[in-house]
């Protein structure tokens, strides 16, 4: 139980386009996800907390109008990343919980993003 | 939450005991201790966590100082496939949602024939 899916898991894009990940709980409900981000040989970095039906929260530093984030569902959290520029290539990976506040977060495999 | 420090890296015969420590010294009452592993360019896999007993699973064992202060993670008999990044994490409770993981730079675990 506790499967998170993310899609795509590569996607490679040209400057200036955007491209749309999706992070999906399988297999429960989840009213809080999680978006992170890793650059090569370091470690996760938060990027934003996604809540169903209200406004994601940002961590510092991570700008809104950039990494669009909708929670529409309970099953469902996209992230947006708008006019795309090479240094927004990274690993991008959500995690969702099913349980109650110390209930682990499951973590999807993660997307490659290539932005050429 | 509660910083953490780990060993940069370690290395572990395979079929031998993989000890990996990690200190917490400001840990507080209501924080847990969380372990996580993450195998090259994959997400972060859950493997146990717990607020202040030992805690074993399928995976793992996670024995917490009686202070808290820090926690060893036991991998009983590593095999070539535990080699990956293991992240020792304190986690503080929201009330009625869950709340977020901050990672650290781990502890790089490379399991030896």
């Known amino acids: 139980g506790a499967v998170v899916s993310q899609h795509p898991s590569w996607v490679i894009c040209k400057s200036g386009t955007s491209v749309k990940i999706e992070c999906r709980s399988l297999d429960f409900q989840a009213t809080t996800m999680f978006w992170y981000r890793q650059f090569p040989k370091q470690s996760l970095m938060l990027m934003a907390t996604s809540n169903e039906g209200s406004k994601a929260t940002y961590e510092q530093g991570v700008e809104k109008d950039k990494f669009l984030i909708n929670h529409a569902s309970l099953t469902l959290s996209t992230l947006t990343v708008t006019s795309a520029h090479p240094e927004d290539s990274s690993f991008y990976i959500c995690s969702a919980s099913g349980g109650p506040y110390n209930s682990p977060l499951h973590f999807g495999n993660g997307t490659r993003l290539t932005v050429t | 939450d509660a910083k953490t420090t780990q060993p940069t890296s370690m290395d572990c015969a395979e079929g031998r005991a993989a000890n990996l420590p990690c200190n917490h010294s400001?840990?507080?009452?209501?924080?847990?201790v969380y372990w996580y592993r993450q195998i090259h360019s994959q997400g972060p896999q859950y493997i146990i966590h717990g607020l202040k007993n030992n805690e074993t699973n399928e995976m793992a064992s996670l024995i917490i100082t009686e202070d808290r202060k820090s926690s060893t993670l036991i991998l009983p008999h590593a095999t070539l496939r535990d080699t990956a990044v293991y992240y020792c994490?304190?986690?503080?409770?929201?009330?009625?949602?869950?709340?977020?993981?901050?990672f650290g730079t781990g502890t790089r675990l490379q399991v030896t024939l």
């Open positions: 994490i304190v986690r503080a409770p929201n009330t009625g949602t869950a709340s977020k993981l901050t």
């Open positions: 400001t840990i507080s009452g209501n924080e847990y």
